[in-house]
């Protein structure tokens, strides 16, 4: 099982990775966890990438995409693996798919957790962090007992910088803007669209649910969409 997940900050991605890994056993990758990766083994590949994002710049796809080999060919993905962060082009998505065929694995499925921006908005700038033991809470979800204060030391919580209304909005147009065409390249195949303004646990079922064996995943997402889209 190959899977692809997608969705904005502030959709719950971190909590349906790390659910589609324990009930699927596969491991559940991030950009993030292999530049760290790369970085922390001194290779060639991840001294680059560490270099280009000190300075704030971004990773070439052909960077991006030698990285995304070498992980995925590591024993714990011979069952299958989950991708969350890439393919973030469509150059990378053309990639991936090349890799795949010659390595003789299936195409991937693709989970995209969709949640409207109002939503996200809200999500995000309800978030506080303890300055002094960095746990994160969220006023909305996730509350402290004592408003304001951490549960763990009684520290007042802070709002990180860019969890600003303005700045979460850029974000999120910068989001749409990057993964629309890579989102619409997988439109066609095993494509699932969810929606992600629920409870976590629904959300979790439905992705069980839609991953579970049965007909073709394409026939299934497409008819998945379908009634989602009908029910908006």
């Known amino acids: 099982m190959i899977l692809l997940l997608f969705g904005p900050p502030g959709c719950g991605k971190g909590t349906q990775?790390?659910?589609?890994?324990?009930?699927?056993?596969i491991p559940a990758i991030s950009t993030g966890e292999m530049f760290r990766a790369e970085c922390k083994a001194g290779t060639v590949l991840g001294k680059t990438a560490c270099a280009i994002l000190s300075r704030g710049g971004l990773v070439s796809d052909d960077i991006v995409n030698q990285?995304?080999?070498?992980r995925i060919a590591q024993p714990d993905c011979a069952s299958g693996f989950l991708l969350d962060g890439y393919p973030r082009t469509v150059p990378q998505a053309a990639f991936l798919d090349e890799?795949?065929?010659?390595?003789a694995l299936p195409k991937p499925a693709v989970i995209h957790l969709d949640v409207p921006s109002e939503v996200l908005v809200a999500r995000i700038s309800a978030r506080r962090q303890c300055p002094v033991c960095g746990h994160i809470?969220?006023?909305?979800s996730q509350p402290p007992k004592t408003a304001e204060r951490c549960d763990a030391d009684g520290a007042a919580l802070t709002c990180r910088e860019d969890d600003t209304e303005a700045v979460i909005r850029q974000r999120l147009e910068a989001y749409e803007?990057?993964?629309?065409?890579?989102?619409?390249?997988?439109?066609?195949?095993?494509?699932?669209?969810?929606?992600?303004?629920?409870?976590?646990?629904?959300?979790?079922r439905e992705i069980a649910a839609l991953l579970a064996p049965g007909p073709p995943w394409g026939e299934s997402a497409r008819a998945a969409d379908q009634e989602l889209a009908g029910a908006r």
């Not at 659910?19 to 056993?25: E, L, M, N, W």
């Not at 809470?137 to 909305?140: P, S």
């Not at 390249?185 to 959300?203: K, L």
């Open 99 to 103: 890799l795949l065929a010659k390595r």
């Open 17 to 25: 990775a790390s659910f589609i890994s324990d009930s699927f056993h």
């Open 67 to 70: 990285i995304v080999a070498g």
């Open 177 to 204: 803007k990057l993964t629309g065409p890579v989102i619409d390249y997988y439109r066609s195949g095993a494509y699932f669209r969810v929606d992600g303004n629920r409870p976590p646990q629904e959300i979790s």
């Open 137 to 140: 809470y969220n006023l909305l």
